[in-house]
């Protein structure tokens, strides 16, 4: 869509974590952990008196000196260096309405803020597909709290946030903020029949420890919590602070890709936007690329075992592996073919556009089946993931090349039942 810009690098990274280690946090994590050894060791099972808002009010107001210095640094770094996506409302209509549009900006929800979780106090109860479970939901003093009432009567556990904007799917989970442990639930909700259903990846949960926190979903400890969440937010403390709700810059707003703006804000009231510049650190296609592979992920992302179900998942590993990539050097990344503020469109003429840019002239090699036709469904077809969730697999190459049962082309070229443009997943 749009050539790569060259930019002077910011590393506003290290101006974020150069801040936090002035900020002393680094010395504060013995004090911490002793506050939570003493937590109880099954995390949120026992939904006392006190809902998790007054636990966590109580947990923060309880929190060693130390560390509430290292808090009062942390929320003073928030509030001196980042605007906000609203912030940016004013000047940059157009990236905002399109990033509004984008899962981009729905990708971490508390979920007392979504509107799935009243909808699962309308529905009431689920029944788990694998397992003998019956899970009940009810909203008193919590946001929303999951109890098990088949086997074990009684536990119950508080979620605390959403994951994802529903494009496909959305997964809850459970942070709790004393033990600093939580749990991915069992249970997602999908958009393509609008219910829930297994989680991905669950099925080895399906013999559990009773009794445990398995009986609700995948245990998650501190890092598994700050993985998810930061692949999902702006912001997620350092491992030095504990993750509190409060503390998390949700969803992936315009501050995670141009770094923190709040000066550029102020400049530009100001009249001197250009002076907070540059903005933009992608040198190369390379670069750029590596910006979205910290989430979108790449090969150093990819385990010896990964099937290519799993694979069409990591478009930069898919482009990297492209020769289109490899043979037109910098010549294409990610903006190619995506605006990175928008929402990906059902239309594909600037992707094809694209291929006929670099494939129409004579020094290219040639599509021997008359290219006339969506290079997309034979050259990057819909590939199921799990569940009914698709992804077009951005390794571009020729059909005989894609695995057989992936490939949107039998090997005579025609397209396949499977794959009609009109099943791809429901984005
Ligand atoms: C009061 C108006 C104003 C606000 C608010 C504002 N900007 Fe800007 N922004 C500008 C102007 C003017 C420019 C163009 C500067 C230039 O190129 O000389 C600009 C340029 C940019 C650029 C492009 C830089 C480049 O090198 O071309 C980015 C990225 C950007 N702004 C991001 C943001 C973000 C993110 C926010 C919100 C946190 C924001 N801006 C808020 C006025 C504003
Ligand atoms: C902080 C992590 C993160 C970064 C960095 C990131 N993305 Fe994403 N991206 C996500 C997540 C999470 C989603 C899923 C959003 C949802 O829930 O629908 C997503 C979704 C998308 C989508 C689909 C949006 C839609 O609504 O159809 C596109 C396209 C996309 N990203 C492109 C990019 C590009 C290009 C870059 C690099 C410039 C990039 N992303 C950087 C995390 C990230
Ligand atoms: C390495 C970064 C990364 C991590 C870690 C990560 N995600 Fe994501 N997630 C993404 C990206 C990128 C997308 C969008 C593309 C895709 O679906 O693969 C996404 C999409 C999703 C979606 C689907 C959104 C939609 O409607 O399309 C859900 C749900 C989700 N993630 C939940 C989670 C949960 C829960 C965790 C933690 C247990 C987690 N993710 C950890 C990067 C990540
Ligand atoms: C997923 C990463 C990502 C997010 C989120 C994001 N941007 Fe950008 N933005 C980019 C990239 C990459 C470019 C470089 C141009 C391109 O590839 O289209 C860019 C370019 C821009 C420009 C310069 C456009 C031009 O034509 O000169 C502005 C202004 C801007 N972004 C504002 C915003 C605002 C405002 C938000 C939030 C509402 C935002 N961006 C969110 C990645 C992002
Ligand atoms: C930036 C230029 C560029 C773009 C955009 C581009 N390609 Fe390519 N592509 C190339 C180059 C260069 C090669 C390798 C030499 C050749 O075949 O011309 C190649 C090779 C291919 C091959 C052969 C792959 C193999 O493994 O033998 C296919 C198929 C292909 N491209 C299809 C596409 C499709 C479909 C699109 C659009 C989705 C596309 N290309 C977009 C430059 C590009
Ligand atoms: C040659 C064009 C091209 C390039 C380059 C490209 N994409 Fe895509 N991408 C597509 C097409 C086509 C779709 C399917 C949506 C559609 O039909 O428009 C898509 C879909 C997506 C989706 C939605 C999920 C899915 O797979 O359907 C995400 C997320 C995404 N791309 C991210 C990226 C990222 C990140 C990069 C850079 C590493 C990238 N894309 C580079 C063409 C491209
Ligand atoms: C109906 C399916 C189909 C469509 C649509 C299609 N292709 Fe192909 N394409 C193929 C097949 C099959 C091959 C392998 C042909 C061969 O080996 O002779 C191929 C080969 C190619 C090659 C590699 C040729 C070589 O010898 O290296 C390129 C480049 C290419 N296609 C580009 C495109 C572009 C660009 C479009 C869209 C304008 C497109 N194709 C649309 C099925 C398709």
Not at 149 to 160: D, F, I, K, L, S
Not at 180 to 199: A, H, K, M
Not at 408 to 424: E, F, K, Q, W
């Amino acid at each position: 869509m749009k050539s790569i810009r060259v930019r002077a690098l910011l590393g506003w990274g290290a101006l974020v974590f150069a801040g936090i280690a002035a900020g002393l946090l680094w010395m504060v994590i013995d004090a911490f952990q002793a506050t939570v050894v003493t937590a109880e060791a099954m995390p949120g099972m026992n939904p006392s008196a006190e809902s998790p808002t007054d636990v966590s009010r109580r947990f923060s107001s309880n929190l060693p000196p130390q560390l509430q210095q290292a808090v009062a640094g942390w929320n003073q770094l928030i509030s001196a260096n980042f605007a906000g996506d609203q912030a940016c409302a004013e000047c940059h209509e157009k990236e905002f309405q399109a990033h509004r549009r984008s899962g981009h900006s729905r990708t971490l929800t508390p979920i007392d803020e979504s509107s799935l979780a009243s909808k699962l106090v309308e529905l009431g109860r689920y029944q788990d597909p694998q397992r003998d479970q019956v899970f009940e939901f009810s909203r008193a003093k919590d946001p929303l709290l999951v109890r098990e009432v088949t086997n074990a009567a009684g536990v119950a556990v508080p979620v605390t946030w959403l994951l994802g904007s529903g494009t496909h799917a959305q997964t809850p989970i459970a942070v709790d903020e004393r033990t600093q442990s939580g749990v991915e639930l069992r249970w997602s909700y999908f958009s393509s029949n609008d219910q829930l259903g297994l989680t991905p990846d669950h099925e080895r949960f399906d013999n559990f420890a009773s009794g445990t926190i398995e009986c609700f979903g995948r245990p998650m400890d501190a890092a598994d919590i700050r993985a998810c969440l930061g692949c999902h937010s702006t912001l997620t403390p350092p491992p030095s602070l504990p993750i509190m709700k409060s503390w998390v810059v949700a969803n992936v707003g315009c501050e995670r890709c141009h770094g923190p703006r709040k000066k550029h804000v102020e400049l530009a009231h100001l009249g001197h936007a250009e002076e907070a510049k540059p903005m933009l650190q992608y040198e190369t296609a390379e670069a750029y690329m590596d910006a979205c592979s910290t989430c979108h992920r790449d090969e150093s992302s990819v385990k010896p075992d990964a099937t290519p179900n799993e694979l069409v998942r990591f478009q930069p590993y898919g482009i990297k592996r492209s020769r289109c990539y490899l043979e037109s050097p910098d010549k294409m990344t990610c903006s190619t073919c995506h605006d990175p503020h928008d929402t990906v469109s059902h239309n594909r003429v600037v992707s094809i556009d694209q291929c006929k840019q670099c494939h129409g002239h004579a020094s290219s090699s040639e599509c021997s089946h008359q290219p006339v036709g969506d290079c997309i469904e034979c050259h990057m077809p819909a590939v199921e993931w799990t569940a009914g969730i698709s992804f077009h697999d951005h390794w571009i190459r020729i059909p005989d090349e894609i695995p057989g049962e992936f490939r949107g082309v039998d090997s005579a070229g025609s397209l396949t039942a499977s794959d009609s443009p009109h099943n791809d997943g429901g984005e």
